[in-house]
């Protein structure tokens, strides 16, 4: 979601002619990006790492789709009474859970493995973006917008789990996306236009879990969008657009930018791809820390 236009919610994006998506993967030494799957039938985004270090969890056509990474066999989670999923998904990897966002604007829980979901959120006059769940599995971080107003600014919100109240904590002004929990749950690392000279000009930044002041983590002339911290804290990777790019749209020339926390400003490597919308919108980082998923949507020359 964002404060400009993009894919409206319940719509589903399709490959343009020519188009296919391909699942890279890159290492902290900052090596190249190793192309581990491809497909030009599914329009598969946003991976996850599985728990067991051993596959990817994407979404595609509204479903949930596991990619074993020793086989690179694509199949499909069966949640049955599941609406149709969009790009925002986390696992919480204790409890063997996942956590969706449906085209039916609200949160939804279902067993990693397939089966029955749950409806996290019951507010009808809101959408609700899911983006970080606590490390102790008690919180879900997420993106909150007034039902059918896409030009409004995302507000920061946190619900519990298991369901309940919405709170809004502070997190500074302007629109803001990707709220995403540290490995140790005292902050919560995100994109946000509080800084912002120019319209949709997102950069990073990271406020206390409970809320607070935002902290910026990189001033920089691009746009960017979704930090996502590995889990050993010592790393981190994020999607930049170019300058002037309103909201995170799809089929764009970006970059992937992979960094340590102890410099954001200096990137390890850059991985210049077709892409934006999809390529990384949740958490990819491997259990291990050691590697990062991400796609890229290139086009074949007619």
């Known amino acids: 979601m964002s404060s400009s236009p993009e894919w409206p919610l319940g719509s589903g994006r399709e490959f343009r002619p020519g188009q296919r998506a391909e699942v890279r993967i ?110 102790d599995g008690t919180t879900l971080a997420f993106v909150d917008l007034p039902r059918g107003d896409f030009s409004a600014a995302g507000r920061l919100a946190l619900i519990a789990s298991a369901g309940g109240a919405t709170s809004y904590p502070e997190a500074g002004s302007g629109h803001l996306d990707g709220p995403e929990y540290s490995p140790d749950g005292a902050w919560l690392y995100l994109n946000t236009e509080a800084f912002a000279k120019r319209p949709g000009h997102a950069q990073l930044a990271r406020v206390p879990a409970a809320g607070g002041r935002l902290e910026r983590l990189v001033d920089s002339d691009t746009v960017d969008w979704f930090p996502h911290v590995s889990p050993d804290a010592q790393f981190a990777a994020y999607v930049s657009f170019p300058a002037g790019t309103l909201g995170h749209p799809a089929d764009l020339d970006v970059e992937v930018r992979l960094v340590r926390t102890s410099s954001w400003s200096d990137a390890i490597a850059r991985y210049s791809l077709f892409g934006g919308q999809g390529t990384m919108n949740v958490n990819s980082w491997s259990p291990d820390s050691r590697r990062f998923a991400f796609m890229a949507y290139p086009i074949d020359a007619a």
């Open 26 to 135: 890159a290492d902290v030494d900052g090596g190249p990006a190793e192309l581990v799957h491809t497909s030009d039938t599914v329009l598969l985004e946003a991976p996850n790492w599985a728990p067991d270090g051993q596959g990817l969890l994407l979404n595609g056509d509204g479903r949930l789709w596991p990619l074993d990474l020793p086989s690179a066999e694509l199949t499909q989670v069966v949640i049955d009474g599941l609406p149709p999923i969009n790009n925002d998904h986390v696992i919480d990897a204790e409890r063997s859970l996942i956590y969706l966002s449906a085209n039916d604007g609200h949160i939804w829980v279902a067993p990693l493995a397939g089966g029955t979901p749950t409806r996290v959120t019951h507010d009808p006059s809101r959408y609700h973006f899911l983006h970080g769940v606590s490390p």
